[in-house]
């Protein structure tokens, strides 16, 4: 892994750079500053393989903050991050691996992440678990090695393996499988599809070498999971296991939201997974709302805003989040983002719902405005 730091004296530019190397297997993000002193302290300390730093800082340029940061440890390499073209042959004097313009895009990192690959293969190159298999339930039903997903004969196979993976590793009697899956059929042929569809599914299975999964005992099938990585336990585990959200846990939370592709087996839309797809949704939901709560209270407003926002997508209408988030733009003194929100959000309410925001929204905007007056 590539033990990164970032560098930006502004948060949402710092905040937009960390999602997108969040993408990268090989990055492994081990701080975010906007102070470039903390950096230097933290270089004395710890191992940093790659630092990714604005260029264009108040307190000290970044060509000048590359410099005293090699004079600590000279295997650092950088990656220069800037608004600003005028600084590129400054940044290689220093030798920098790469010089990107913002807005960074992701095909332009993906160039940067390629060149830092190539020039430190022997330092950077990630340890690729070949045998790693994986299930996937949120959003699509995904059975995936080696980053290649099972293809399955019929739609039915892939259905029936989902339903067993659904079960969580229980034994299920014929009689409901197909209750569920074939109950628009007589007796004998649901009993000879089911039969058929079993075939199908070991068979998918049978490429990935995850066929003994598929267990048969007294008219009932399972489907053994073992130690095979699950992101809805995964999901799961971290929520129940982790009551409040804390400095301490605050990452591992992060990380496990972003297991939430979509709702829980939303693409293949069968009938038998809603039950579990509100509980999973709801669990997502609080999931991001302690998130929020947790940067509200630590004065990170720019990263509680990009979660509240979250949570509005899936609950649109909640005045509670919505009147959370005006907070958070009063306290970042982003009254354009203010402005625009409340604005969007009192015709959305009013096209919608055919009222407009409740009067603890509106005396939250309005106090702020006349304060701006």
Not at 54 to 70: F, Q, R, T, W, Y
């Amino acid at each position: 892994m590539i033990r990164t730091i970032l560098i930006d004296d502004e948060r949402p530019s710092l905040n937009n750079l960390e999602r997108l190397l969040k993408e990268y297997d090989c990055i492994e993000i081990i701080g975010a500053y906007t102070d470039i002193t903390k950096v230097f302290e933290k270089i004395k300390k710890e191992k940093v393989n790659l630092i990714f730093l604005d260029i264009e800082m108040p307190k000290m340029k970044g060509i000048e903050a590359a410099e005293k940061i090699l004079e600590i440890d000279n295997n650092v390499k950088i990656v220069f991050v800037t608004a600003y073209n005028d600084y590129a042959v400054d940044a290689f004097e220093v030798d920098a691996i790469d010089y990107v313009m913002k807005p960074v895009l992701k095909r332009r990192m993906d160039k940067t992440i390629e060149r830092i690959l190539k020039i430190h293969k022997d330092i950077f190159q990630p340890k690729e678990n070949k045998e790693e298999n994986k299930i996937l339930c949120f959003g699509n039903f995904e059975i995936i090695r080696d980053k290649k997903c099972i293809k399955w004969r019929t739609s039915k196979a892939k259905e029936l393996a989902a339903y067993l993976v659904h079960k969580r590793g229980k034994f299920v009697h014929k009689s409901q499988i197909i209750e569920y899956l074939w109950n628009d059929k007589e007796e004998e042929q649901a009993t000879k599809l089911l039969h058929t569809t079993i075939y199908y599914v070991r068979n998918g299975l049978k490429s990935i070498n995850l066929d003994k999964s598929i267990m048969y005992s007294n008219e009932m099938y399972k489907f053994d999971i073992g130690r095979i990585f699950f992101d809805i336990e995964k999901f799961e585990s971290t929520f129940n296991r982790n009551k409040i959200v804390n400095s301490k846990n605050i990452e591992l939370f992060e990380k496990t939201i972003q297991l939430y592709r979509a709702d829980y087996l939303e693409e293949n839309d069968y009938y038998w997974a809603k039950n579990e797809q509100a509980r999973f949704n709801s669990i997502y939901l609080n999931m991001l709302g302690k998130i929020s709560d947790f940067y509200m209270l630590e004065g990170k407003y720019s990263e509680a805003i990009f979660y509240l926002k979250e949570i509005l997508k899936k609950n649109p209408y909640s005045e509670e989040i919505h009147a959370i988030l005006l907070r958070a733009y009063i306290n970042l003194e982003d009254y354009t983002s203010l402005k625009k929100h409340y604005k969007n959000m009192s015709k959305d309410f009013k096209r919608e719902l055919g009222v407009g925001p409740s009067d603890v929204i509106k005396r939250i905007y309005e106090n702020c405005i006349c304060k701006m007056i």
